[in-house]
């Protein structure tokens, strides 16, 4: 199963490297048996799938401490599951079931976990990133030493909400990392037909006093993993926010309803080429820290833990009607009709 | 009791929250060291410092989602408008996050957080700075809305806001700020959520306001009492939502109902809440409900224009009068 870390940790050993390896592998199977439920229209709404960076998520998360706060966008599925969600109540979630990890309210968009710190999938472009200054502003308000990581697409750096939050967050030194996931399209809209400057990094840091502003690439685990735990060491020292471009590559259009004609297959394939799960299992395996056998062992391992979790959902039950006007306010909810 | 004004009674109500509670902290565009643009925080600054009394840039959609990303991990802040023509900046924050986090996310996170400011016409502002935004928040299921008339109100409304676990639209009014009343010094008088006030008691007709437009038909009430026309007053306070039994215990007893506001009538308060009556109780009302409201038009900057646009006493007065066949 996988799991948020206890402590922050070093990279990497075996153990570690293995199950980050592992949650790669409950992503992308996760995520495309999610379409193939999709496309029997199991699943309904937007389904934005992050097959290609799951190295961002998993990286990122794996270092970081289980009381941190892990935020992100609509594209949420892999930063769920790397920080621990069952990939059960995800899959119910998809399927609009009440164990869903929502209680079907909330939807492809909207996983949220509270008691991993898991504080969401949030569907308005750059709308949660000032909610993540907020979990730092938090940290720095109690003096603990928690670290808060946001995660969104290169389409929200275009975004006021993040600019505001940034120059905030800078201003104040909060502790937070905001990840952008330069998969180099903002929905359909190449990234030098968005954005006036190329170098993320020089649009995100420099212009907020942020501690630092790095690119990395984000088909390298363990280099996305590096990155961010030297943002989080700066986080808990009280040097501020850093500001990472994780230069990354989705496999699939922006959502389910996405025909991806400004792609080429030729420029799919070549991306293929460089597969973070595939470059990572050639890494251990020259490591000696895996095999044939044990990589099939793992692959059927995660197939059976995505079938159960398509099993649950699709047998779950769906909420019952009076949810409609609960969890609306904390009192109970005085509909206005 | 002490008399003192309403800008006071609410920065009483912040200071004494803050007090009790270390969770709570006050975040706006110049509240701190300038003392509040309104003079409603004067002095919190000294009594609280920095770390609670937080002087934020102007970004107000920016600084309205830190407050709401941590009233998620458990923080209680005061988010404060300078006018609230300046949450439209941050509207997304407030409906899109504030209103749905807790629905989203299976009710799971809370957000226990204020949203507060002034509102309304108040003096030759222009159409930009002299919004009435209640009845657009009021629309939205996961906010609650209040507005109060008077200094007591202003106090036990906004400590009750403060003590919530739900985002709370707390719309003050700039005319209102400076006027003065008998406030309660307990510093657990709280007025709850919800729960409208007859501010002057009537058998003939009800007229059901709030905010400033609570002193206008009071005063309105006054002049028909000159005419032996006796007019209930019934402060709604909460908005969201809203006190139907108070509303329908008055309807019941005068069959007859005025709904004043300073809002724009296509869509307005006045609107949703005669409808509900409507619904409610038909067969009590002897009249048609007559609404006041502003006139359908931007607000001009022009004072002649602009007071005309207001509600006022002759206008409530026509009204009631309406709904008497007088």
Known sequence: MAHAQTEAKPIVDREQALDWLRQMLVIRRFEERSAMLYQRQKIGGFCHLYSGQEACAVGSIGVLREDDYVITAYRDHGHALARGMEPRAGMAEMLGKASGCSKGKGGSMHFFQANRNFMGGHAIVGSHIPLAAGMAFASKYRGDDRVTICFFGDGAMDQGALHEAFNMAGLWKLPVIYVVENNLMSMGTHLHRHSAVLDLTQRGGPPYGFSASVAVDANDIEAMAETTLEAANRARAGEGPTFIEAKTYRYRGHSMSDPMKYRTAEELEKARERDPIALYEVVLRERGWVDDEGLELMQAEVKELIDEAIAHAEEAPEPGLDEIYTDITVSPHIPQE | ?326
């Open chain 2, 1 to 326: 009791m002490a008399v003192i004004q309403y800008r006071e009674a609410l920065n009483q109500a912040m200071s004494e929250e803050m007090e009790r509670d270390d969770r709570v902290f006050l975040m706006g565009e110049e509240v701190a060291e300038y003392q509040g643009a309104y003079k409603v925080s004067q002095g919190m600054l000294d009594r609280f410092g920095a770390r609670r009394i937080v002087d934020s840039p102007i970004s107000e959609n920016g600084f309205a989602g830190i407050g709401i990303g941590a009233a998620m991990v458990g923080l209680r802040p005061i988010i404060e408008f300078m006018t609230f023509s300046f949450s439209y900046v941050a509207f997304d924050q407030l409906v899109n996050n504030a209103a749905n986090m807790r629905y989203m996310s299976g009710g799971q996170f809370s957000v226990p957080i204020v949203f507060r400011g002034n509102s309304g016409i108040a003096g030759n502002l222009g159409a930009t700075h002299s919004h009435r935004p209640e009845a657009l928040f009021s629309h939205f299921p996961g906010l609650k809305v209040m507005m109060p008339s008077t200094p007591a109100d202003a106090k036990g409304m906004l400590k009750a806001a403060i003590r919530d676990d739900d985002p709370v639209i707390f719309i003050e009014h700039e005319n209102l700020l400076g006027d003065k009343g008998e406030v309660p010094d307990d510093p657990d008088f709280v007025v709850p959520i919800g729960q409208a006030d007859v501010k002057r008691e009537g058998s003939d007709v009800t007229i059901l306001t709030y905010s400033r437009s609570v002193m206008t038909s009071l005063k309105a009430a006054d002049k028909l009492a000159e005419e032996d026309v006796s007019v209930e007053v019934v402060d709604l306070r909460t908005l969201r939502p809203l006190d139907m039994d108070t509303i329908l215990a008055s309807i019941t007893k005068t069959n007859r109902c005025v709904f004043v506001e300073e809002d724009w009538y296509y869509c307005g308060i006045g609107a949703g809440v005669a409808d509900r009556i409507y619904r409610a109780a038909f067969d009590e009302l002897d009249a048609p409900i007559q609404r006041v409201a502003a006139k359908d038009a931007p607000i001009p900057y022009n004072r002649t224009l602009e007071l005309d646009i207001l509600p006022n006493v002759e206008r409530v007065v026509e009204a009631v009068n309406s709904v008497l066949y007088r």
